[in-house]
């Protein structure tokens, strides 16, 4: 199933993550790979696609409580997928998201991945000072170069704040942490980087 997702042909795999479930009804793996599968292939606002995604979803949890790699995937899986057309269903799932990185947290409480989803999370929410914050603390403790400044380009590219999240791109330049290429290939900014006008974000 894997495999054939790889391959983009998600009607096969589909057919056999379902054939996973019913040898190994606890499948974490299947239960995710289906998840992404309908996350894929719903319609916008569907609703039925929409509870089969959560099921899977939440099933991951079931499964994992304590799981940390469980819990950040759901969270990622539910906040990424959200249908932004339904405004109280999108913050419900922001909200479920954001509890289940608040789980992680409690499990490990300087982890940058599950920091850098929550900041996002908070921007999807509209809460501009909670994301910063958070951004502020996965500065600190991350060991990873450049981390904090992109999720600010990426906590303001979803808040359409273009002159604060361009502002954080050319930091990134300018520190040559990443190159123009490479940030237009990342998908978090692909709002911000493919606009057809609007002054271009090259290092200073």
């Known amino acids: 199933a894997n495999a054939l ?40 606002g569907d609703p039925r696609a929409q509870k089969a995604f959560l099921q899977h979803a939440e099933a991951l949890i079931k499964l994992n409580p304590r799981d ?3 819990l950040l995937a759901s969270a990622k899986l ?13 913050m419900a799932a922001q909200r479920r998201a954001e509890d289940l990185l608040r789980s992680t947290l409690e499990l490990d409480d300087e982890d940058p991945k599950v920091l850098y989803l929550l900041a996002v999370i908070y921007a999807r ?3 501009e000072a909670t ?9 600190a403790i991350s060991p990873k170069k450049g981390y904090g400044i992109f999720a600010r380009a990426v906590v303001y590219d979803l808040l359409h704040d273009d002159e604060h999240a361009l502002a954080a791109v050319r930091e990134l330049l300018a520190k040559k942490i990443v190159t123009l290429d490479e940030l237009k290939k990342a998908k978090e900014l692909g ?14």
């Open 78 to 90: 539910i906040s990424d997928y959200a249908a932004p057309n339904d405004k109280k269903a999108y």
């Open 125 to 127: 929410k509209g809460d």
């Open 191 to 204: 709002r911000l980087l493919s606009k057809p006008a609007g002054p271009a974000p090259e290092c200073p």
């Open 5 to 44: 997702r790889g391959l983009s042909d998600e009607e096969k795999a589909r057919n056999q993550y379902q054939d996973a479930l019913r040898v190994e009804p606890k499948s974490g793996e299947a239960h995710r790979g289906l998840a992404i599968i309908v996350s894929h292939t719903r319609l916008p």
């Open 131 to 139: 994301a910063l914050n958070v951004i502020k603390r996965l500065s």
């Open 68 to 70: 940390r790699n469980a």
